[in-house]
């Protein structure tokens, strides 16, 4: 069956060191993959879209990576702060239809 | 404001009432969608509109029936609610298949 698998576990790091997310999927062939930021009671914001073709993106301290042959994405926030505090959401397509299928999403907290 | 609004914020309900939530984008996008988010699930995609057609319909109980008058709203229709459809509700939009979504805050729905 198809399945998206995010660290269910929440990952804490230290201000100023790089978090790493990991998104790993299986019977899925997307076109890209997408990740969002959620904070509580919030809707998902779009951070970064990655192409199939595309190895690696990056937007400012954010950081991007998609290996369609390991079938998994890395998600990188280099100098981390505080602020970086949330859920971070990977997403991809569904049978290249434009539905975004999300993963669970792991919790990211950057201690001053 | 992102874009997309949703109304209510909260919605507490009975089994036997009838509610609606509503969506409204003014981003020019063409496709709109419903999500739920139980606490510690995945997004669950549940209907997709696309050029105010619905497109995609998840095998979501008849109890949610949805409505997009125009490409600028979406409406979920709730009647005779369960306890477990308790969720966060959340649309989103997209300028078309294969981009990214815009989401609304949600409506954090409580069945009683």
């Known amino acids: 069956s198809q399945k998206i698998e995010q660290n269910s576990e929440a990952l804490n790091i230290q201000e100023g060191k790089t978090a790493t997310l990991t998104c790993n999927y299986t019977n899925y062939s997307p076109a890209y993959l997408q990740w969002y930021r959620q904070d509580p009671g919030r809707g998902p914001v779009f951070l970064l879209l990655?192409?199939?073709?595309?190895k690696e993106k990056r937007k400012e301290r954010l950081k991007v990576t998609f290996d369609t042959t390991l079938k998994q994405s890395l998600f990188h926030i280099t100098a981390s702060q505080p602020a970086d505090s949330a859920t971070y959401l990977c997403?991809?397509?569904?049978?290249?239809?434009?539905?975004?299928?999300f993963g669970q999403g792991t919790e990211l907290s950057v201690k001053p | 404001e992102t874009g997309v609004t949703q109304t209510p914020r909260h919605l507490v309900m009975g089994m036997t009432n009838k509610k609606s939530l509503k969506c409204e984008q003014h981003l020019g996008h063409n496709a709109m969608y419903w999500y739920k988010q139980s606490a510690k699930k995945p997004l669950e995609l549940m209907f997709v509109?696309?050029?105010?057609?619905?497109?995609e319909n998840n095998s979501v109980p008849s109890r949610f029936s949805p409505e997009c008058p125009n490409s600028s709203h979406l409406f979920l229709h709730l009647h005779t609610l369960q306890p477990e459809d308790s969720a966060l509700y959340l649309c989103?939009?997209?300028?078309?298949?294969?981009?990214?979504?815009?989401f609304g805050s949600g409506t954090r729905l409580t069945v009683v």
């Open positions: 989103a939009s997209s300028q078309d298949p294969g981009g990214s979504y815009t």
């Open positions: 509109y696309s050029l105010e057609e619905r497109v």
């Open positions: 997403a991809l397509d569904h049978n290249q239809g434009g539905k975004l299928i």
């Open positions: 990655i192409r199939e073709n595309e």
